[in-house]
């Protein structure tokens, strides 16, 4: 089955700068690698996601970029705010998209004001 | 749009009893939902998948008769927690899958409810 790795498992970044998070994932025919943003008590939000036929997405501060050769997609959040602060998980899903998703560890997002 | 709800938001049970939760697409057909499990700290483990008219599909080391799953419909699953214990205490997170592709909504997309905090005592 897939395997996601994700690091760091906390990142502490000043307001205002850049924070990056990456993931490696196992299996090479996964094709669907969504990006999710958890509060506490509270269920992921989709932020962004990228499919294997695309190199890099934009949304206004947030991006995401894939490797499919190294099997590895990194998160992107530039001009960090306070409100960034939150749990972020990457995900990826193999398959024609009947299975569930296997989630990275989780990286504790702080926001340094 | 792409709204999944979950009910209740939390639930205290004393060991023993069985425990429904519920998991509604409310603006979207869901012909596949997951349940996902996640205990403090931790990430998501996948427990299941739930489709429409079916049985589920459960991962490994996920005792079925224990966590009991239907899906009746296109927009509502539940899931049971048969005879609760306090290794059972976690937060139950359903997910929901769009079919194929409708607007903006693409295939692979899975909405997530706002998750089930069950304690067992």
């Known amino acids: 089955g897939e395997n996601v790795e994700q690091h760091p498992s906390t990142l502490s970044v000043q307001e205002g700068d850049s924070a990056v998070i990456k993931c490696t994932y196992s299996d090479s025919a996964s094709n669907y690698f969504p990006w999710y943003k958890q509060e506490l008590g509270k269920g992921p939000q989709l932020i962004i996601d990228i499919r294997s036929n695309v190199g890099e997405k934009k949304d206004q501060r947030i991006a995401v970029t894939l490797n499919k050769t190294a099997k590895h997609f990194s998160l992107h959040i530039t001009e960090t705010q306070p409100e960034d602060s939150a749990v972020y998980f990457c995900a990826a899903l193999s398959g024609g998209g009947a299975d569930g998703l296997t989630f990275g560890k989780g990286t504790h997002l702080i926001i340094q004001p | ?121």
């Open chain 2, 1 to 121: 749009g792409a709204v999944v709800s979950q009910h209740p938001s939390w639930v205290i049970c004393k060991s023993g009893t069985s425990v429904k939760i519920e998991c509604r697409s409310l603006d979207f057909q869901a012909t596949t939902m997951f349940w996902y499990r996640q205990f403090p700290k931790q990430s998501l483990m996948l427990m299941a998948t739930s489709n429409e008219g079916s049985k589920a599909t459960y991962e490994q080391g996920v005792e079925k008769d224990k966590f009991l799953i239907n899906h009746a419909s296109l927009t509502l699953s539940t899931l049971t927690v048969t005879s609760a214990h306090p290794e059972d205490s976690s937060f139950y997170i359903c997910s929901a899958r769009a079919p194929g592709t409708s607007g903006v909504r693409t295939y692979n997309e899975q909405f997530f409810g706002p998750g089930t905090r069950l304690t067992v005592l």
